[in-house]
C-alpha cells in the first residue's frame, strides 16, 4: 500500500476531526485533502499536508468560539500523520518512530526579540553534553508526552476502559482530572491550576524541553497548565498571550535516543535539591505586604476595599484569584505574633529561638485560629488569657503529640479538671510525661463533652421529629439546599441503623 491509500484510508478520520468544528469545515478539509491527492507526495508533502488542514480546522474552531476542540485537533491530527507514515507498524505519535521525528518543529524566528540559537554552554544530562536549541515556539505546537511515567497508571486505566490510547484532549483532561477514572479522587491531582495561576504572572520559568517533532520530553505540567490558561475565562488577555508563546529547548536533528533517555532520566530521576521556602517565611512576606497596603491607604479601607485589596495582593504572591489563603496567611501570622510576644517579651527567650518554633509549628497557628464564635478554639483562647497563654508555654516546649489535639482545647477550655491537667504538664520537665498529662486532658474533656450532647436527648428527638413532620414537602424542594439535604439523608440512614440494632428491624419500619 503505497501513502496515497494510507491518505485516503486516513481521510474519514480527518473529516470526524472536521465534522466536530461544523459541515462547512469539513468540506473544506475534504476539498484540501482531495487537492493533495492529485499529485504525487513525498513524506515532506505528506507532512505539509496534514499541517495545513490541523491548521484550517483550528483556526475554525477558534473563529466559532469552541477553544476545547482547538486544543485537541494538533495532536488528533499528528496521531493520524504518524499512522499514515509508518507503513509498517501503523503505530501513533507516541512511538518511536524515526520517520516521524524527521520533521522538524521549527521555533519562531525573532519572537520577543528573540532569534533561535544554540543553548551555550551546552547542558548536561546525566552526565552527558546534549546540544539544543533554544526559542518561542506556540503552545498549540506542543504535543503533552504520553509516556511520562508519572501518567502509567491514569493511561492503562483509560486503555483498559477504551480499547485505545488517549488523544491529545483526553491526556490533557486526565492532567487536569476532568476525566474521571477509579480511584483518583482529587480534583486537580497535578496541581495544574495553582501552576497556571503562576504562569499566568510569571510566565513560563523553567523552559520546557522538546524533540524536534514538538513532543515533549520535559514539561508536561507547565504545558497542561498553559493549555488551560488558554481555555479559561480565569485569565486576562495579557495573562493567555503570556501562556500563548513559551520559550523552550529543542533538541536537535542529531539527537540519538540515548541522548532523549539522559535527558528524561536527569529532570524526572535526579533530585534538583530545591527546596521551597518554609510557609512560615511565605506568610510573614504576605503579612508585612498587607500591612504596607494598609499603611499606605490613606482611605482608611473599608472592609469591601480591604477584599479588593486581598484579591490583589493574592494575586501578586501568584495564591490565586480567590484571597482565601491571603486570610488564612494573616490569620496564621496574627497568632505567631501573639506567641512570639509571649514568650520573648514575658518570657524573655531569645528571638530567633521563639521565632524558628513559630516557623517549626506554623500549622498549629491555623487550628488556634479557627472557631471565633462560641464553641471554638479561638473564642476559648480569647475568653481567657491565662488559657491562651498556657497553651503558648505547652507549644513551645513541644507538649502537644500532634496539631489535631490544637482541636481539642475548646472542651478542656470549660473543664477544670482537664486544664488542671495541662498545668501540670506545663510544669513537668519529662516531655513524654507531659504529653501523656495533655492526652489525659483530651480524655477527660472528651468524656465530658459526650455527657452533655447525649443531655436532654430525648426532649431535642422529639422537637426535631415534631418540625420534621410539619415542614411543607415544598420546602425540600424548593427551600432547602441539596447539600444539605444529603447531609439529612445520611444522617436518618446512621439514625435507621441504629434503631434497626436496638429494636429489631420491624420495629424499625
Not at 207 to 232: E, K, M, Q
Not at 253 to 280: C, G, H, M, Q
Amino acid at each position: 500500500m503505497d501513502s496515497k491509500e494510507y491518505l485516503s484510508a486516513a481521510l474519514g478520520e480527518v473529516l470526524a476531526i472536521a465534522r466536530r468544528v461544523s459541515e462547512d469545515v469539513e468540506a473544506e478539509v475534504e476539498a484540501i485533502f482531495r487537492a493533495g491527492l492529485e499529485n504525487p507526495l513525498n513524506e515532506e508533502e505528506v507532512f505539509k499536508l496534514f499541517k495545513q488542514i490541523a491548521t484550517t480546522i483550528k483556526e475554525r474552531a477558534f473563529a466559532r468560539g469552541d477553544k476545547k476542540t482547538a486544543a485537541a485537533i494538533g495532536g488528533d491530527i499528528e496521531k493520524i500523520l504518524a499512522k499514515v507514515l509508518s507503513y509498517e507498524k501503523q503505530h501513533s505519535i507516541k512511538s518511536e518512530s524515526r520517520m516521524v521525528r524527521q520533521y522538524t518543529v521549527h521555533l519562531i524566528e525573532n519572537y520577543n526579540g528573540i532569534t533561535p540559537g544554540a543553548v551555550v554552554p551546552r547542558p548536561w544530562f546525566h552526565g552527558k553534553e546534549v546540544p539544543m536549541n533554544s526559542g518561542y515556539i506556540k503552545a498549540s505546537d506542543i504535543q503533552l508526552w504520553g509516556e511520562n511515567v508519572r501518567l502509567d497508571i491514569h493511561l492503562g486505566q483509560f486503555k483498559e476502559k477504551y480499547a485505545r490510547e488517549a488523544s491529545a484532549q483526553e491526556l490533557l483532561d486526565i492532567m487536569l482530572s476532568r476525566l474521571q477514572l477509579p480511584g483518583v479522587s482529587e480534583s486537580d491531582q497535578f496541581e495544574i491550576v495553582a501552576l497556571a495561576r503562576s504562569i499566568a504572572i510569571n510566565g513560563v520559568r523553567k523552559p520546557p524541553i522538546i524533540d524536534i517533532d514538538g513532543t515533549l520530553l520535559d514539561g508536561n505540567r507547565r504545558v497542561a497548565a498553559c493549555y488551560f490558561i488558554l481555555s479559561s475565562d480565569e485569565f486576562t488577555t495579557e495573562q493567555k498571550k503570556r501562556a500563548d508563546y513559551i520559550f523552550v529547548w529543542q533538541l536537535t536533528s542529531d539527537a540519538t535516543d540515548d541522548d532523549r533517555s539522559r535527558v528524561i532520566v536527569s529532570l524526572n530521576f535526579e533530585p534538583d535539591y530545591k527546596e521551597d521556602w518554609p510557609e512560615y517565611v511565605k506568610a510573614r512576606k504576605v503579612y508585612e505586604e498587607w500591612q504596607a497596603m494598609l499603611a499606605a491607604d490613606s482611605t482608611k479601607a473599608g472592609p469591601q476595599r480591604q477584599s479588593q485589596m486581598k484579591k490583589e495582593l493574592s494575586q501578586k504572591y501568584a495564591l490565586g484569584p480567590d484571597p482565601v489563603n491571603v486570610n488564612r496567611y494573616i490569620k496564621m501570622i496574627e497568632w505567631a505574633n501573639d506567641f512570639e510576644d509571649h514568650h520573648i517579651e514575658e518570657g524573655k527567650k531569645d528571638k530567633y529561638a521563639v521565632q524558628h518554633t513559630s516557623s517549626k509549628y506554623f500549622q498549629y497557628f491555623d487550628e488556634l485560629g479557627k472557631g471565633t464564635r462560641p464553641g471554638g478554639v479561638a473564642y476559648a483562647l480569647n475568653q481567657d488569657e491565662g488559657f491562651k497563654k498556657l497553651t503558648f508555654d505547652l507549644l513551645y516546649d513541644r507538649k502537644f503529640r500532634n496539631w489535631t489535639q490544637i482541636r481539642k482545647l475548646k472542651h478542656i477550655f470549660e473543664n477544670e479538671e482537664a486544664r488542671e491537667r495541662l498545668r501540670r504538664a506545663r510544669d513537668e520537665n519529662d516531655i513524654d510525661l507531659a504529653q501523656d498529662l495533655v492526652d489525659d486532658a483530651i480524655s477527660i474533656a472528651d468524656t465530658k463533652s459526650s455527657e452533655k450532647r447525649t443531655l436532654g436527648a430525648n426532649n431535642r428527638i422529639e422537637l426535631f421529629v415534631k418540625w420534621l413532620e410539619e415542614l411543607p414537602v415544598k420546602a425540600f424542594r424548593d427551600e432547602i439546599k441539596p447539600e444539605n439535604l444529603e447531609r439529612l439523608l445520611k444522617a436518618l440512614m446512621l439514625v435507621k441503623n441504629h434503631v434497626e440494632k436496638i429494636l429489631g428491624k420491624k420495629a424499625a419500619v
